[in-house]
């Protein structure tokens, strides 16, 4: 799929702050566990074109940047080999160097929700799976749409 300069540039823009490059990968494991693939790969992709790290990357998983681009692609079947190795050395690009220090990222995102709720500043759960129902299904039919 081809990138609009906009995405492009407003991804890179936000990669430049660490967390949100944190939130990205975050993500991307939280869709895999989920089972959709297909955004996990994409948050992937935006997080390795947002940070042009995908030589770089490559190169530590001992790859051609052509395979990495295949194995995060709409398409894209790593795997868990490979996927693993490539969480990992994405961990390290962003300073994060054991299991325990990602999850505490995910534990942070998790208090900082907990805090929320204190503050009674909460979303109904069914509004909750709705809206990012439809940002799967954004996602999804941009991905499709690239492919024809």
């Not at 995102?109 to 109904?124: F, G, M, Q, T, Y």
């Amino acid at each position: 799929m081809a990138l609009t300069r906009e995405f492009k540039e407003t991804v890179m823009e936000l990669c430049k702050n660490p967390e949100y490059c944190k939130g990205l990968l975050l993500e991307a494991l939280e869709s895999y566990l989920e089972g959709d693939v297909v955004v996990g790969n994409s948050l992937l992709r935006d997080y390795l074109n947002g940070t042009q790290a995908f030589g770089e990357v490559a190169s530590d998983l001992q790859m051609q940047e052509a395979g990495l681009r295949r194995m995060v692609s709409p398409v894209g079947n790593a795997t868990a080999k490979y996927l693993f190795r490539l969480f990992k050395v994405c961990q390290e690009r962003e300073g994060i160097r054991s299991a325990e220090e990602f999850l505490g990222c995910l534990a942070g995102k998790v208090e900082r929700a907990r805090a929320s709720a204190e503050a009674n500043r909460l979303v109904p759960a069914a509004e909750v799976e709705a809206r990012f129902a439809a940002r799967r299904a954004a996602t999804r039919t941009q991905l499709d749409s690239s492919d024809g």
